[in-house]
């Protein structure tokens, strides 16, 4: 029987996921394994591994690309696992990752805290050259000023270079030459600017291409030892990594711009949810995605997730924007917080009972985990609440240990005077609030009320928090998938392969000249066809979206305006003030008449169509009511009794069984918890669609 298997592979803060499927029958085999993060291979041939034995597949049979998305550059730069790298910029602008942009995140904090930056003052060296605003070289880096540069370079041991000269996003030939010049020199990882981030305002360029430097000694590596882990194991499929606006390239352009892998992870489960979104017919739906240490919120609007131009990755302080990197990325809109199963409690300064963001993660884990933990996680809470089974646990292959939950959760309550389960109840209490809250202020920033708005529940502890976080934000309905605990690594199989290309180019928009702006989008889509190209798209494959960045004349900040697809510029002048005009009053609630248009960055999105993959929905019809296969007292609502709840396998339920909450549904990865006042109906694919009764709102 012929069959067409496709890998992928997810590492998360807590648990790496594989998932294989075959795309002829829809046959799915999913595993969990936890990350490994000293060595994140090690992890990721485990679950390989382990899953391939499951499916009895080897690894020859599998001669598709393999999908990979991953938290591995996200981490390196919050922990500061980076590499040692130098950066290189215009004399007199050596103190641009110092200045930033001069704004104060919080204006009255005497003591304000910056992340350090990626690269240090120490580290960076100037170079004599200048472009002027306009693009003329005025001086070029002389050879003997290469050198010198080299020599100090050399001297401070760098393993990767950052150049990011004054003015290169519209004339990269200095940029160039000196990034020629040093990986001659050097043989070490070198980027510039201009070809990272070729954008207007010095801080967010700079910061991006020194992020992108710093990372790149953490990610070459890795790919390095897997893609030659992958050859001498058999595998028949090259590399594609998931990319932070929702596409995948191939493994050598992820390992040249690590940065634009940043929020990898999580733009998989966004896809996986406008997936899920078209095909049950749902325009507007919130992706509520909670792992082992973060719990992300994605709203899906008209079957697609937002993008946003930059993302700020390594806050000093989780909800403060403009304490972290301002990177010039192009992302998934969503919301992340500190609240996963490995999410920790304490007690602070004031007496208060608080949950995240630091995360136990996989090393040492969740105190039940009996692996060395001993503050109490979210898991731990779960498990003494009874909604979680410490033998059930991946299929009873990683028990918990229930005592040591007691014991963590016993430690945080007893200064309060609270009993362990009432503790426990209030731990699962304020990480659900914390998850509601933030998916609010992401609403809020889409201007959208999400009240009544659906929720997919995914990720290993999503389904156990789904209903409680529904609650609060007085949504009526959830939707938990069949094998929802890895649906961030199922949806970078349904990724496309693309990239988001942008260069500035500042002018009226009456003033462009054509042929200038032609030139500029060939490049980009040059650029675009190679990318795509390397990742296995045929010629003739690319398609080609176009975009600005726009602004009033005078005005400081843009937005962004899609204007058509094609092989060249689509719109006329009257066209783009129209659409500019529209999205403008959508977002302000005005428009300024008789005042310039300026079309200050270029954007072109390069993609092909997605590969079509359909997992095996064939559900068996359920004859009757479904059996519970036990019963356990399980804790919903603090200061409330235990009730004794029905606990049904997912393999046994069939299309159209209906039961109600209190429930708990088990699956290998993931159990699914159905609270009082909510009803279940089976869907054909298997999914769980619970609705929540009149009245039910917490």
Same mark, same amino acid.
């Given at each position: 029987?012929?069959?067409?298997?496709?890998?992928?592979?997810?590492?998360?803060?807590?648990?790496?996921?594989?998932?294989?499927?075959?795309?002829?029958?829809?046959?799915?085999?999913?595993?969990?394994?936890?990350?490994?993060?000293?060595?994140?291979?090690?992890?990721?041939?485990?679950?390989?591994?382990?899953?391939?034995?499951?499916?009895?597949? /080897?690894?020859?049979?599998?001669?598709?690309?393999?999908?990979?998305?991953?938290?591995?550059?996200?981490?390196?730069?919050?922990?500061?696992?980076?590499?040692?790298?130098?950066?290189?910029?215009?004399?007199?602008?050596?103190?641009?990752?110092?200045?930033?942009?001069?704004?104060?995140?919080?204006?009255?904090?005497?003591?304000? *805290?910056?992340?350090?930056?990626?690269? #240090?003052?120490?580290?960076?060296?100037?170079?004599?050259?200048?472009?002027?605003?306009?693009?003329?070289?005025?001086?070029?880096?002389?050879?003997?000023?290469?050198?010198?540069?080299?020599?100090?370079?050399?001297?401070?041991?760098?393993?990767?270079?950052?150049?990011?000269?004054? &003015?290169?996003?519209? !004339?990269?030939?200095?940029?160039?030459?000196?990034?020629?010049?040093? =990986?001659?020199?050097?043989?070490?990882?070198?980027?510039?600017?201009?070809?990272?981030?070729?954008?207007?305002?010095?801080?967010?360029?700079?910061?991006?291409?020194?992020? !992108?430097?710093?990372?790149? #000694?953490?990610?070459?590596?890795?790919?390095?030892?897997?893609?030659?882990?992958?050859?001498?194991?058999?595998?028949?499929?090259?590399?594609?990594?998931?990319?932070? !606006?929702?596409?995948?390239?191939?493994?050598?352009?992820?390992?040249?711009?690590?940065?634009?892998?940043?929020?990898?992870?999580?733009?998989?489960?966004?896809?996986?949810?406008?997936?899920?979104?078209?095909?049950?017919?749902?325009?507007?739906?919130?992706?509520?995605?909670?792992?082992?240490?973060?719990?992300?919120?994605?709203?899906?609007?008209?079957?697609?997730?937002?993008?946003?131009?930059?993302?700020?990755?390594?806050?000093?302080?989780?909800?403060?924007?403009?304490?972290?990197?301002?990177?010039?990325?192009?992302?998934?809109?969503?919301?992340?917080?500190?609240?996963?199963?490995?999410?920790?409690?304490?007690?602070?300064?004031?007496?208060?009972?608080?949950?995240?963001?630091?995360?136990?993660?996989?090393?040492?884990?969740?105190?039940?985990?009996?692996?060395?933990?001993?503050?109490?996680?979210?898991?731990?809470?779960?498990?003494?609440?009874?909604?979680?089974?410490?033998?059930?646990?991946?299929?009873?292959?990683?028990?918990?240990? /229930?005592?040591?939950?007691?014991?963590?959760?016993?430690?945080? %309550? +007893?200064?309060?005077?609270?009993?362990?389960? =009432?503790?426990?109840?209030?731990?699962?209490?304020?990480? &659900?609030?914390?998850?509601?809250?933030?998916?609010?202020?992401?609403?809020?920033?889409?201007?959208?009320?999400?009240?009544?708005?659906?929720?997919?529940?995914?990720?290993?502890?999503?389904?156990?928090?789904?209903?409680?976080?529904?609650?609060?934000?007085?949504? +009526?309905?959830?939707?938990?998938?069949?094998?929802?605990?890895?649906?961030?690594?199922?949806?970078?199989?349904?990724?496309?392969?693309?990239?988001?290309?942008?260069?500035?180019?500042?002018?009226?928009?009456?003033?462009?000249?054509?042929?200038?702006?032609?030139?500029?989008?060939?490049?980009?889509?040059?650029?675009?066809?190679?990318?795509?190209?390397?990742?296995?798209?045929?010629?003739?494959?690319?398609?080609?979206?176009?975009?600005?960045?726009?602004?009033?004349?005078?005005? %400081? !900040?843009?937005?962004?305006?899609?204007?058509?697809?094609? *092989?060249?510029? #689509?719109?006329?002048?009257?066209?783009?003030?129209?659409?500019? +005009?529209?999205?403008?009053?959508?977002?302000?609630?005005?428009?300024?008449?008789?005042?310039?248009?300026?079309?200050?960055?270029?954007?072109?999105?390069?993609?092909?169509?997605?590969?079509?993959?359909?997992?095996?929905?064939?559900?068996?019809?359920?004859?009757?009511?479904?059996?519970?296969?036990?019963?356990?007292?399980?804790?919903?609502?603090?200061?409330? +009794?235990?009730?004794?709840?029905?606990?049904?396998?997912?393999?046994?339920? %069939?299309?159209?069984?209906?039961?109600?909450?209190?429930?708990?549904?088990? *699956?290998? =990865?993931?159990?699914?918890?159905?609270?009082?006042?909510?009803?279940?109906?089976?869907?054909?694919?298997?999914?769980?669609?619970? /609705?929540?009764?009149?009245?039910?709102?917490?």
């Amino acid at each position: 029987m012929a069959t067409d298997w496709r890998l992928a592979v997810d590492i998360g803060g807590t648990f790496t996921d594989v998932v294989l499927l075959d795309a002829l029958s829809g046959r799915v085999v999913v595993d969990k394994t936890l990350t490994t993060p000293s060595a994140p291979l090690d992890g990721v041939r485990l679950g390989v591994t382990q899953l391939l034995r499951r499916a009895e597949v /080897s690894p020859s049979d599998i001669t598709a690309p393999i999908v990979h998305a991953t938290t591995l550059i996200t981490n390196a730069l919050i922990e500061g696992k980076i590499g040692n790298s130098g950066l290189v910029t215009t004399k007199g602008f050596a103190d641009t990752l110092l200045i930033r942009d001069e704004h104060r995140y919080d204006m009255y904090d005497l003591q304000i *805290e910056f992340p350090a930056p990626p690269i #240090p003052r120490e580290r960076t060296f100037e170079l004599d050259e200048r472009t002027t605003a306009v693009g003329d070289v005025l001086l070029s880096p002389s050879d003997d000023s290469l050198a010198r540069l080299a020599d100090e370079l050399r001297g401070a041991e760098v393993d990767s270079v950052a150049i990011c000269l004054l &003015n290169s996003y519209i !004339n990269r030939s200095n940029e160039m030459r000196t990034a020629e010049y040093l =990986e001659q020199s050097l043989g070490v990882p070198v980027c510039f600017s201009a070809d990272i981030s070729p954008q207007i305002r010095e801080y967010p360029r700079m910061i991006t291409t020194a992020c !992108n430097a710093a990372t790149m #000694p953490v990610i070459g590596p890795y790919l390095d030892e897997l893609q030659k882990w992958l050859v001498s194991e058999g595998f028949g499929g090259s590399v594609l990594m998931m990319l932070s !606006n929702g596409g995948v390239v191939s493994a050598e352009d992820a390992a040249r711009a690590p940065i634009r892998l940043v929020e990898s992870g999580p733009a998989a489960g966004a896809l996986a949810g406008s997936w899920f979104a078209s095909r049950l017919g749902i325009d507007r739906l919130l992706c509520f995605d909670m792992g082992g240490t973060t719990a992300k919120a994605c709203l899906i609007e008209h079957g697609e997730p937002e993008l946003t131009n930059t993302f700020e990755v390594a806050r000093a302080y989780r909800f403060k924007k403009g304490s972290g990197f301002p990177v010039s990325v192009p992302s998934v809109d969503l919301v992340e917080i500190g609240a996963g199963g490995g999410s920790l409690s304490r007690v602070d300064q004031f007496g208060l009972m608080k949950v995240g963001p630091e995360s136990a993660g996989a090393e040492p884990g969740p105190a039940s985990y009996g692996r060395g933990g001993t503050e109490p996680a979210v898991t731990d809470a779960d498990v003494v609440l009874g909604l979680l089974d410490p033998d059930a646990f991946l299929g009873g292959d990683m028990p918990l240990d /229930s005592g040591l939950a007691e014991s963590a959760v016993g430690g945080v %309550g +007893d200064p309060l005077g609270l009993g362990v389960l =009432e503790t426990a109840a209030g731990i699962h209490e304020i990480v &659900n609030q914390n998850m509601a809250a933030a998916a609010r202020m992401h609403g809020v920033e889409m201007g959208v009320d999400l009240r009544g708005v659906p929720l997919i529940a995914f990720g290993g502890a999503g389904p156990v928090h789904a209903c409680g976080v529904a609650d609060l934000l007085e949504s +009526d309905r959830v939707i938990f998938p069949v094998n929802a605990s890895v649906l961030s690594a199922f949806g970078t199989l349904v990724s496309p392969v693309r990239i988001d290309l942008a260069r500035s180019l500042p002018r009226p928009l009456s003033t462009v000249d054509p042929g200038d702006r032609d030139a500029l989008l060939e490049e980009l889509r040059a650029e675009g066809r190679r990318v795509l190209s390397a990742a296995g798209v045929p010629d003739g494959g690319v398609r080609f979206r176009y975009g600005i960045d726009a602004r009033y004349a005078g005005q %400081g !900040n843009e937005i962004t305006i899609w204007v058509g697809e094609g *092989e060249t510029w #689509p719109a006329t002048l009257e066209a783009v003030r129209e659409t500019f +005009d529209v999205e403008y009053s959508r977002i302000y609630g005005m428009t300024i008449p008789d005042v310039e248009i300026e079309a200050v960055t270029w954007r072109l999105s390069a993609f092909a169509a997605t590969s079509s993959v359909e997992p095996d929905s064939s559900l068996g019809t359920a004859d009757g009511p479904p059996t519970p296969i036990s019963h356990r007292p399980m804790t919903f609502v603090r200061g409330q +009794d235990p009730i004794d709840t029905p606990v049904y396998r997912r393999v046994n339920l %069939g299309a159209g069984a209906r039961f109600d909450g209190p429930a708990v549904v088990e *699956e290998r =990865e993931t159990t699914s918890v159905i609270r009082p006042g909510w009803s279940v109906e089976v869907a054909a694919d298997g999914s769980l669609i619970a /609705s929540r009764g009149e009245g039910n709102a917490s």
